[in-house]
């Protein structure tokens, strides 16, 4: 199967990012082990073929054999290292001793994983909406150029897109089981961060926990089977705490050089993890002001450190922007705005207008339950405070959303899969009654957690954009569940209990996942038949795939298009301005204008796209009017048995 030639992709980027990794330390007396320098080796390679297949596409050479050319490249740069790793990997697994704890543990943490590789084997479908539409969608059309070009009429194309890089690798293989797998070995890496973490301040066991704490999560088994990128922004966001925590305790300017690395990995995968990076960058100007990075410093007057803490920050600051920027800059490039479509009001932006920036944000903020009030202007300062209880028990399976509210107001997926349990709320509060020192990573990775809760809350409530803390939350949970266990308090049984159960019914669900997914893993159902019971516009995309010309098609209300292989673009302008509905006069003007474009087709979802004249006592829009009145005059063939999807003929 093509998906086991994530071993040798990652074989490669792990030895070609240990030739940084050994520079970056060639002076330094405080070294990462076997195990962390693996990952943050392998972190930094697949950063370097993601960052190579960017040039490939910008130059044209989108394709296969150029990115089989650039691996053999990044082997060669590694190849000192291959040995090496062969040696660690011998060793690892020798050391490795089996106790009836560690025997269940595995076992568990095998459950989920097959749960996570089971989604990775079945076929994107519409649970995996953002993979549909762009994730895997976006990738599959520049491989279809080969080159990546500018879509203007998808604002999202503009996004940081470095794990679409490697996902790319797999799609050019026809593998979309190979692409996924890149997103589930970044939650192995997240589990595996946590561990590293405690296991550097002397509790492997806190760390154990956390990681079982962390997998067992419902949102995270289930994202790490599909094309999204949040859990690859949560294994370069806890591998960057880990080298903040080494970098301050340590006072070594190479963990200080590795934390700018992977900070700016991160943000060239997901915009929001700026966020992380502002706040590790305050934490380490904060320490650096006291002095605790350079012990020469210590004793000095504050107006004396000042100067050399800022020369410092500013030199990771610079580190970090230099390698999250490249898909900034294309943004820059091709649209006027590095972060397009946000921040509209300070960039501006080609194809994008104050009406589609504030409808932006309106969806934005329909997230989350503080909107909810009868008051138009919610008490996001209240949403803050009782967050901690919204997300534990808000979501968990049985609890009635309040009236108006979406059924899950925290995201587009399932509310089933979205519960973080009730272990975390519970652990919150234990870190008031500990009378020792609580370890400092602990400490900070609580702390960082809850300011970015707190920006979270502020930004858009959506949860899947809090998984980049999810790890740190677990570093923390970890240790207050070992530490409760260590002083045999009767909490910490009743933590256990809060755990077990957590556990039991994570296991129950990914049971039910496993058992529905498993006709189409084991080939008992094909792909085709998986589909077609499971997407309703799978069928669509075929009967547009089987017309006889190129012609293209335009989608109103569908952007799941992942599945098309004609030229296609979404027309709703609330997207990106790209057809000019107010300078064509009527609908004959626009469907002249389609055809110059070379498109043949419209494909309408019916429950997403205007199909008729708009409510009376509402003000039309003069596209989906103009719409509408070219849809009228249309031949059309209903691709699904609901009458939903509709495709037209121009």
């Not at 210590?298 to 107006?303: A, C, E, M, V, W």
């Not at 932006?360 to 901690?388: I, R, T």
């Amino acid at each position: 199967m093509t998906i086991f030639l994530l071993i040798p992709i990652l074989w490669i980027a792990a030895a070609s990012g240990a030739q940084a990794t050994k520079l970056i330390f060639r002076k330094s007396e405080s070294k990462p082990d076997s195990l962390e320098c693996f990952v943050y080796s392998a972190l930094i390679g697949f950063g370097a073929l993601a960052y190579g297949n960017l040039a490939l596409g910008l130059l044209g050479q989108f394709k296969i054999e150029a990115v089989a050319v650039w691996l053999v490249v990044l082997a060669v740069i590694g190849a000192k290292q291959h040995v090496r790793i062969a040696k660690a990997l011998v060793s690892a697994v020798k050391s490795v001793k089996f106790s009836p704890f560690s025997i269940s543990f595995i076992a568990i943490l095998a459950v989920f994983f097959l749960a996570s590789l089971f989604g990775v084997l079945i076929p994107p479908y519409p649970l995996e909406y953002d993979s549909l539409s762009y994730h895997l969608a976006d990738p599959k059309i520049y491989i279809l150029n080969h080159r990546i070009i500018a879509l203007p009429w998808e604002s999202h194309s503009n996004f940081a897109f470095t794990m679409e890089m490697l996902y790319s690798i797999g799609l050019m293989l026809h593998s979309f089981a190979l692409a996924k797998s890149f997103h589930l070995t970044m939650a192995v890496f997240s589990a595996i961060g946590i561990y590293c973490v405690c296991r550097r301040f002397g509790a492997p066991k806190a760390g154990a926990y956390g990681a079982l704490i962390f997998v067992s999560m419902p949102l995270v088994w289930w994202l790490a089977g599909t094309g999204y990128v949040d859990l690859a922004a949560a294994a370069y966001g806890i591998w960057s705490f880990h080298a903040l925590v080494l970098a301050i305790e340590k006072r070594s300017r190479s963990w200080m050089f590795l934390l700018a690395v992977t900070l700016g990995l991160m943000i060239s995968i997901k915009a929001l993890s700026v966020v992380t990076a502002f706040l590790s960058l305050a934490v380490l100007l904060f320490y650096a002001l006291r002095g605790e990075l350079d012990e020469r410093l210590k004793s000095i007057p504050f107006r004396d450190k000042l100067v050399p803490a800022l020369k410092t920050i500013l030199l990771v600051g610079a580190l970090t922007a230099l390698v999250g920027c490249p898909w900034y800059v294309k943004s820059w490039v091709n649209t006027g705005n590095p972060v397009y479509p946000f921040a509209y009001g300070v960039f501006g932006g080609r194809g994008w207008d104050l009406n589609n920036a504030a409808q932006y944000a309106k969806d934005q903020a329909s997230f989350g339950v503080g909107h909810l009030s009868e008051s138009s202007h919610p008490n996001k300062l209240g949403d803050f405070v009782l967050s901690p209880w919204n997300l534990t028990l808000f979501t968990m399976p049985g609890h009635v959303a309040p009236p108006n509210s979406k059924d899950n107001p925290f995201n587009d997926t399932p509310l089933v899969l979205m519960a973080l349990g009730p272990l975390f709320l519970a652990v919150l509060f234990a870190f008031a009654f500990f009378k020792s020192p609580v370890p400092f990573a602990v400490r900070l990775s609580l702390g960082l957690s809850i300011v970015t809760l707190f920006f979270w809350v502020f930004a858009t409530e959506q949860e899947r954009y809090l998984t980049s803390i999810y790890p740190l939350l677990c570093v923390s949970a970890g240790y207050v569940l070992f530490r409760l266990l260590e002083e045999k308090r009767i909490s910490g049984y009743a933590a256990v209990a809060l755990l077990s159960l957590s556990v039991l019914q994570s296991l129950f669900f990914a049971r039910v996942a496993i058992a529905q997914w498993m006709p189409v893993v084991s080939g008992a159902e094909t792909e085709r038949e998986f589909l077609l019971q499971n997407f309703d516009a799978y069928a669509a995309f075929q009967i547009v795939n089987q017309k006889p010309d190129n012609g293209g098609v335009v989608l109103y209300g569908e952007p799941r298009a992942f599945y098309c292989d004609k030229p296609y673009m979404w027309g709703e302008p609330t997207h990106g301005k790209v057809i000019p509905y107010d300078s064509l006069p009527d609908a004959q003007a626009l469907r002249r204008y389609l055809l110059s474009k070379g498109y043949r087709y419209i494909l309408v979802n019916r429950i997403g796209a205007p199909l008729q004249p708009a409510p009376q006592g509402q003000t039309p829009q003069k596209w989906s009017e103009k719409l509408f009145a070219l849809l009228q005059t249309l031949p059309y063939e209903q691709c699904d048995s609901h009458g939903v999807l509709i495709l037209y003929s121009l």
